[in-house]
Every structure is written in structure tokens, then in C-alpha cells.
């Protein structure tokens, strides 16, 4: 993962953790970049799925 992105996720606030998703607040700037090193990176060793919430905050 790029160092920008882990720099942005450091500075995540996350609004939501359950057994088999999370889902967390990114600043609007950076969206594009977290996606984009999320989806190129593993969690456990597995691809996770990444995509931006449609529904806007809560």
C-alpha cells in the first residue's frame, strides 16, 4: 500500500465493525487512493472487497 494512503487510514475514524464487513469514514480527498491501494493489497492473505458506500454519510 502506498504511504500517502496508509497515512490517510491512520486518519480514518471507523463508524462501523462487524464479523465480516467494516465500514469506514475516509476524507472526501482521498477516497479514490484508499480504494485503489485497498484493492491492490490482502487482508490475511485474501483480496478484500473495497467500495464506496453509495448511501452518503450517516
Known amino acids: 500500500m502506498c504511504a500517502a494512503a496508509e497515512q490517510t487510514l491512520r486518519r480514518t475514524v471507523r463508524s462501523e465493525v462487524a464479523d465480516r464487513f467494516s465500514l469506514v469514514e475516509v476524507p472526501e480527498s482521498a477516497v479514490t487512493d484508499v480504494i485503489a ?10 483480496k478484500a472487497t473495497v467500495r464506496r458506500e453509495r448511501g452518503g454519510a450517516r
Not at 491501494?37 to 485474501?46: E, M, N, Q, V
Open 37 to 46: 491501494a485497498l484493492r491492490a493489497s490482502t487482508i490475511k492473505g485474501k
